[in-house]
């Protein structure tokens, strides 16, 4: 398994989230939080995207995390096949 691709930025994926279900609910200075809401089972993702130009592996990481990703490398694979 190759390394998946790191470069994003914030409003990349934001935008990305976005598109898939996740619903803006307040931004504090640099940071959107985003919620979803899974249809199914109700289950609550909320999610906490600075808007920088480059997030660090560490903090993509923590999203990942956040908006409910089985795996790290397939998620980041996911935004940026979605940017």
């Known amino acids: 398994?190759?390394?998946p691709a790191t470069d994003f930025s914030g409003r990349e994926i934001v935008k990305v989230?976005?598109?898939?279900?996740?619903?803006?609910?307040?931004?504090t200075g640099s940071h959107v939080k985003l919620r979803r809401v899974d249809p199914n089972t109700?289950?609550?993702r909320n999610v906490t995207v600075p808007q920088y130009d480059?997030?660090?592996v560490d903090?993509?990481?923590?999203i990942a995390t956040q908006s409910g990703a089985d795996s790290f490398y397939e998620w980041c694979q996911w935004?940026?096949?979605?940017?």
């Open 17 to 27: 989230l976005l598109g898939h279900g996740f619903k803006l609910v307040d931004r």
């Open 1 to 3: 398994m190759g390394t």
């Open 42 to 44: 109700g289950d609550v």
């Open 54 to 56: 480059r997030i660090d």
């Open 59 to 62: 903090l993509l990481q923590k």
């Open 79 to 83: 935004i940026d096949d979605c940017r």
